[in-house]
């Protein structure tokens, strides 16, 4: 979660022929609307949205539908073998020195890639701890013949319980189960 958060970009889309101005007030009023809504009139537009993006196929580019399924491939091996490896950190860890190490980046834009490497590497420290607190609670554990959650395991967990606060989505166990 912390290396999709770090490696967030804005898209930046350009169009000429677009009203910058009448869209910028079209949004208030929806983000208006929509901030004195309750929160389960919120939850089924946000429901009724995902939908919508979700079955039209064409939004999605066929890299990306490739790149997560090879990611949820990863991490079911992940979590069967009780979370060996830290995946996040390592995919997380690739994607922010590719973007650093581009080779059609200007000097100025190097650096400002660099320093944001460099501080999606701090961020991580605090992945690496919990990474490395669940594997040394495993391997307490284990010796006292206890099986305890491995760190797949704690964010499947997690994953659930947020889908469960913010969106109102009851998640089954086995959803993310590889």
Do not use: C
């Not at 990863?74 to 996040?88: E, L, M, T």
């Not at 973007?99 to 100025?108: C, G, H, P």
């Not at 491995?150 to 319980?161: A, I, K, N, P």
């Amino acid at each position: 979660m912390f290396a999709s958060v770090a490696l967030a970009r804005p898209v930046k889309l350009t169009r000429k022929d677009r009203n910058v101005v009448a869209e910028q007030e079209k949004l208030k009023k929806e983000l208006t609307a929509y901030m004195n809504m309750s929160q389960y009139e919120q939850s089924v537009i946000m429901k009724r949205r995902l939908k919508a993006f979700l079955t039209d196929t064409d939004r999605m580019p066929k890299e990306l539908i490739f790149l997560l399924r090879n990611m949820r491939i990863v991490q079911g091996n992940n979590q069967s073998f009780g979370s060996p490896v830290n995946r996040i950190k390592i995919t997380g860890y690739w994607a922010s020195r590719s973007l650093a190490r581009s080779s059609n980046l200007t000097f100025s834009e190097r650096i400002h890639e660099y320093a944001n490497h460099l501080l999606f590497r701090s961020v991580m420290i605090s992945l690496d701890i919990a990474f490395w607190t669940t594997r040394l609670k495993q391997w307490f554990w284990a010796k006292w013949g206890k099986r305890t959650e491995s760190f797949e395991d704690e964010l499947e967990r997690t994953m659930r319980g947020l889908m469960k606060g913010n969106m109102g989505i009851d998640v089954d166990t086995g959803v993310f189960n590889g």
